[in-house]
C-alpha cells in the first residue's frame, strides 16, 4: 500500500470513476513503482470520502433549464494530450504520421499512440494489457544502440510495435489475451491519430470536448465547503479527514514494515485534506511521507486565502502573511503538478518555500487541452504517467 491516492472534490462511485481507480492503480504499478522502489504486488490504496460531500436534497432543481451546449464531438474523439506537448515541442507538424513521427521520434510516437490506445481499453483486463505493453515499449525504447521504428512505413509501424509488446505465449500454452484484443485496440489507437493535419493540429490547442459544467461545479463548490465545515473546532477530523487520514497511517505501517517509500497522490481538493492531515490532524501520529505529489490542486490558492487550518491568517486574522511560510515537514519531498490549462491548479512555491532546501517543486504539464477538460484529465494517460516515474526518480536522488 506504499501508494495512495486522495481523490478530489465532485468524485462519486459511478462507472467513470471505476475505470478511472483500474487506470490508475494500473499504471502506477507497472510504470511508477518500478523506477522509485515500491512493490507493485502492493494494492494502490484510495480512501474514498465522496460519500462525505454535499447532498444536493432537490437533486439541483435550482438550474435553470435550457439546451446545453455541445462543442468539438465527444468524450470518444478526445485528443491525447501529448498531442498538444508534441506541437509545442515541434515534434509533430502539420501533415506528419504516425510512421513519419516514429522515424524521428519514436519515444513521441509510443506516447501518441498508447494515449490514444487506452481510451479503448474497455474493461480491467485490457487497462492492464496496455499498461504492461507501454512498459514494453518504454523499456525497448532505451536500447539506443539499436534503434527502434527508424525504418518504420506505413505499412508495417503497428506490425513492429504489436511484434514487440505482444510476445508470443511459452510453447503448450494457449494465448488467452492481448492478441486480437490488443491488435483491436492499437489498430483504433491509430485511427484516432490519422488526421495529423492542420486541423487535429488546432484541435490540440483548442481542445477536443466541452461537457456541460453546471452540475460539475456545484457538486465541486458543495464537497468543499462541506470539508470546511466539518473541521469545526479542528479538536477532531471530520468524517473526510478521518476517511483519509485512516488510510495514510496504515500505508505508513505497510511502508515501514517493507521498508519502501510513501507515495501520496493527491488531486485537486484532496491536496488541501492532506495538507491539514500533515499539519494539524496527524500530530499525535508518527506519520511521514517520502514523496507528496499534488496534482492539479489549490494548497497554494487556500493558503493565500488563508483557508488551510493552520493558515497563519486563519489562526491570527490580523495577521498578513507576506513571506513564503514552510511546506509541511511530515513530507520529505512535495512535487506540485499543473496543467497551464488547468484553471483549478495552482503553483505552491510562491506562497511555500521548502522546510529542508530543494524539496519543493512545481511542475508545469501542458497536455495542450483547453480550460474545460484539463482538470480531470492528469490521471487517464499512460504519457502522463512515464513522466510522473521520471520526477519521482530524481525527487529520491
Not at 57 to 62: E, G, N, P, S
Request: hydrophobic share 40%; aromatic share 10%.
Amino acid at each position: 500500500m506504499p501508494f495512495v491516492f486522495v481523490h478530489g472534490v465532485n468524485n462519486r462511485q459511478d462507472a467513470d470513476y471505476k475505470r478511472e481507480e483500474i487506470i490508475r492503480a494500473a499504471f502506477l504499478k507497472e510504470i511508477v513503482a518500478p523506477v522509485i522502489g515500491i512493490n507493485p504486488k502492493h494494492p494502490v490504496f484510495a480512501p474514498y470520502w465522496g460519500g462525505d460531500g454535499v447532498s444536493f436534497w432537490r437533486d439541483l432543481a435550482v438550474i435553470p433549464k435550457g439546451n446545453e451546449v455541445e462543442t468539438f464531438g465527444s468524450d470518444e474523439n478526445a485528443l491525447p494530450p501529448s498531442l498538444g506537448i508534441a506541437v509545442a515541442t515541434g515534434s509533430v507538424t502539420s501533415g506528419d504520421s504516425l510512421h513519419s513521427v516514429a522515424r524521428k521520434h519514436p519515444d513521441v510516437a509510443i506516447d501518441l499512440l498508447f494515449d490514444a490506445v487506452i481510451q479503448d481499453a474497455r474493461d480491467e483486463a485490457d487497462i492492464h494489457e496496455v499498461a504492461k505493453a507501454y512498459q514494453l515499449a518504454q523499456d525497448r525504447l532505451t536500447i539506443t544502440s539499436d534503434p527502434w521504428l527508424a525504418q518504420a512505413t506505413k505499412e508495417n509501424v503497428l506490425d513492429q510495435i504489436f511484434e514487440l509488446v505482444s510476445p508470443p505465449p511459452p510453447i503448450g500454452k494457449e494465448e488467452t489475451f492481448g492478441g486480437a484484443s490488443l491488435w483491436a485496440m492499437l489498430e483504433e489507437g491509430a485511427k484516432r491519430l490519422k488526421l495529423l493535419g492542420p486541423d487535429q493540429l488546432s484541435h490540440a490547442v483548442v481542445g477536443a470536448f466541452r461537457r456541460p459544467v453546471t452540475h460539475k461545479l456545484a457538486t465541486f463548490v458543495g464537497d468543499a465547503f462541506s470539508y470546511l465545515a466539518e473541521r469545526k473546532d479542528g479538536s477532531q477530523p471530520g468524517p473526510i479527514a478521518a476517511t483519509v487520514l485512516k488510510t495514510l497511517l496504515e500505508a505508513a505501517e505497510l511502508a515501514r514494515s517493507t521498508n519502501e517509500p510513501l507515495v501520496v497522490i493527491s488531486h485537486s481538493f484532496g491536496g488541501e485534506i492532506v495538507y491539514d492531515i500533515l499539519t494539524h490532524y496527524a500530530s499525535n501520529s508518527d506519520l511521514e511521507i517520502d514523496a507528496w505529489v499534488t496534482v492539479g490542486s489549490q494548497v497554494g490558492l487556500f493558503e493565500e486565502m488563508s483557508l488551510l487550518w493552520n493558515s497563519p491568517g486563519r489562526v491570527d486574522r490580523t495577521a498578513i502573511p507576506r513571506e513564503a511560510i514552510k511546506s509541511p515537514v511530515r513530507a520529505k519531498s512535495w512535487l506540485n503538478i499543473v496543467d497551464t490549462n488547468d484553471v483549478l491548479g495552482f503553483l505552491v512555491l510562491p506562497v511555500f518555500t521548502a522546510a529542508v532546501p530543494g524539496t519543493v517543486h512545481d511542475f508545469k504539464y501542458n497536455t495542450g487541452f483547453p480550460v474545460t477538460g484539463a482538470h480531470s484529465g492528469y490521471f487517464k494517460w499512460p504519457s502522463f504517467y512515464k513522466r510522473l516515474a521520471q520526477r519521482l526518480g530524481e525527487a529520491q536522488r
